[in-house]
C-alpha cells in the first residue's frame, strides 16, 4: 500500500509558475512511474507528466516546454514546476504512483491550480 502527499498549488495569473510536490509513503520501494494527472470541470482526468525510475518522463504534448517533473528516489518525491501556465491549466492536480507489483494505482488527494487574470 502506497500514501501519496501533496501540497503546493493555489491561483496564479497567466503567465506565472507554480510548483507541486507529492511524497510517497508506504510499500514505496513497489513503485515504478510517479507522476500528476490532471482533471479540469466536465473533462476526464488527464496524464500531464510520468516519470519512472531511471529518470524517464512522459510529457503531455499540451505542456511539453512548459513543465518539467522531477522525481527524487531517496526522497520519494515528485515535483512538477509549471511554468508560462494558461487558463487552460486550470485543473485539479492529482499526485499517481504506479507499479507493476501494486494492486492499483495510488493518488494523492488532489490540489486546486487556477490560472486566472
Known amino acids: 500500500q502506497v500514501q501519496l502527499v501533496e501540497s503546493g498549488g493555489g491561483s496564479v495569473q497567466p503567465g506565472g509558475s507554480l510548483r507541486l510536490s507529492c511524497k510517497a509513503f508506504?510499500?514505496?520501494?513497489?513503485?515504478?512511474?510517479m507522476g500528476w494527472y490532471r482533471q479540469s470541470t466536465g473533462n476526464q482526468r488527464e496524464l500531464v507528466a510520468l516519470t519512472n525510475r531511471g529518470g524517464v518522463t512522459n510529457l503531455a504534448d499540451s505542456v511539453k516546454g512548459r513543465f518539467t517533473n522531477s522525481r527524487d528516489l531517496a526522497k520519494n518525491t515528485v515535483s512538477l514546476q509549471m511554468n508560462n501556465l494558461t487558463p487552460g491549466d486550470t485543473a485539479v492536480y492529482y499526485c499517481?504512483?504506479?507499479?507493476?507489483?501494486?494492486?492499483?494505482?495510488?493518488w494523492g488527494q488532489g490540489t486546486q491550480v487556477t490560472v486566472s487574470s
Open positions: 499517481i504512483a504506479r507499479g507493476v507489483l501494486l494492486d492499483r494505482d495510488y
Open positions: 508506504g510499500n514505496v520501494f513497489l513503485i515504478t512511474e
